[in-house]
């Protein structure tokens, strides 16, 4: 057996080692508390479930769904859209129901790379970009999201050889890992860089709907000129705390929508129906649960930013998302932290670099872990101390 020399190339998954030392300690009877899950604790809405077993016991939705999704879910996307960001969508050109938004990122580099062909790609970020990118046979350029840009590219420092090559652009705010958040001058000033350079952008937008202290996220589509030469992916999996029923979105250009639903349509048989039921029920019912959850993360987002701050990291309170992205203390890498974390207090977060070559000095901590283990977790990493620093000596 010899197999293709895309999954020979692959690499072995970012965090592998970490949770495979958490299941040894944890073997041992050690008591060990994970902030590195990004996966919303809280369960989905009930109202949500309740239309899920409904449709469930409907023999009409126990056939294959078509590839595009219900028409009634197209709508209530596009509904959606129009109402949380007064951006028009037609529903049957411009909206394209994914199982989970991962899929759609993923597959959307079959539509745009060919063998050596570059999509431009954040670093750190979310490895689905580049992944993708490299099993098709085309190469990622990294752009560093680093605190000096606001953990925005610099998209006037690609090079121009880079970007003759360049046929996609990876954008993904609120981000994941840094926190960060983009306002609608970034989006405004990407689109004419696009279209500038002959770009395809693909947003990557999970979190506009977890964000903090007022804060409300903005669309990729309500830059000017976004439907032109873009598309936003979206999820109902963070919004509603759905990653479990694997539902998504992609809105936006036409073509690009169409391009994607001729590659689906070749690989997957859509999305089953009783879970496109639930996700009209998750866009269209009540909104009030999102409130609801983001008090619980703001308020975790507050207790871990004041212990990570007391044992002398330096970590801010991000406006949105998920994750407190946390400077390491001086002396050490992000995997010296995460092991040395791990190892002294029992806590478990994610290393930075695991993100990219950008993500160095910085490690990952997720606001979706229960209030129980919440509790034990603060006292544990209150109770860190920094043995590499340099003692303080006079004279
Ligand atoms: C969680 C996440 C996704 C995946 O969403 P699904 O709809 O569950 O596939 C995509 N992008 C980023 C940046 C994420 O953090």
Same mark, same amino acid.
């Given at each position: 057996m010899k197999l293709s020399k895309r999954v020979e190339n692959?690499?072995?998954?970012?965090?592998v080692e970490i949770s495979q030392k958490i299941a040894e300690k944890r073997a041992r009877g050690e008591d060990i508390v994970s902030f590195a899950i990004g996966d919303p604790d809280i369960p989905t809405p009930p109202h949500v479930i309740d239309r899920l077993c409904q449709a469930a016991q409907? =023999?009409?939705?126990h056939r294959y769904p078509e590839t595009e999704g219900l028409p009634e879910l197209r709508q209530a996307i596009a509904e959606w859209y129009k109402k949380r960001f007064g951006v028009s969508l037609?529903?049957?050109?411009e909206v394209l129901p994914l199982i989970g938004a991962k899929e759609g990122i993923a597959h959307i580099a079959l539509c745009f790379i060919d063998l050596g062909d570059i999509a431009l790609v =954040?670093?750190?970020?979310?490895p689905v970009f580049s992944v993708s990118t490299m099993l098709v046979g085309g190469e990622p350029y990294y752009m560093p999201l680093t605190e000096e840009n606001k953990?925005? =590219?610099?998209?006037?420092?690609?090079p121009a050889d880079v970007l003759k090559q360049s046929k996609l652009l990876w954008l993904n705010y609120p981000?994941?890992? &840094?926190?960060a958040v983009a306002d609608l001058d970034f989006f405004n000033k990407a689109v004419r860089f696009a279209q500038a350079h002959d770009l395809a952008i693909c947003h990557d937008a =999970?979190?506009?709907?977890?964000?903090?202290?007022?804060y409300q996220p903005v669309s990729?589509?309500?830059?000017?000129?976004a439907k032109e030469i873009g598309v936003e992916f979206h999820s109902l999996s963070k919004s509603y705390n759905m990653t479990g029923w694997r539902i998504g979105m992609v809105v936006g250009n036409a073509e690009m929508i169409d391009a994607l639903r001729r590659v689906k349509s070749n690989l997957d048989s859509g999305i089953p129906q009783a879970i496109q039921y639930a996700a009209i029920e998750a866009l269209t019912?009540?909104?009030?649960c999102i409130q609801k959850h983001n008090a619980i993360y703001q308020r975790r987002r507050d207790l871990i930013i004041d212990i990570l701050n007391s044992i002398g990291l330096d970590a801010k309170p991000p406006k949105?998302?998920?994750y407190i992205w946390a400077k390491v203390p001086q002396g050490y890498t992000s995997v010296d932290f995460t092991t040395d974390l791990l190892e002294k207090v029992g806590v478990a977060v994610t290393p930075g670099v695991g993100y990219g070559k950008?993500?160095?000095?910085y490690v990952r901590l997720s606001l979706t872990i229960p209030d129980a283990g919440l509790v034990k977790g603060l006292s544990k990493l209150a109770?860190?101390?920094? &043995?590499r620093r340099r003692p303080f000596t006079s004279k």
């Open positions: 692959l690499l072995p998954y970012l965090f409907d =023999p009409a939705n037609d529903a049957d050109s =954040p670093d750190p970020a979310y953990f925005l =590219p610099d998209l006037d420092a690609i981000n994941n890992p &840094t926190g =999970p979190y506009s709907e977890v964000a903090y202290d007022g990729f589509m309500q830059a000017d000129g019912g009540p909104q009030d949105a998302g998920l950008n993500g160095e000095g109770g860190w101390h920094d &043995t």
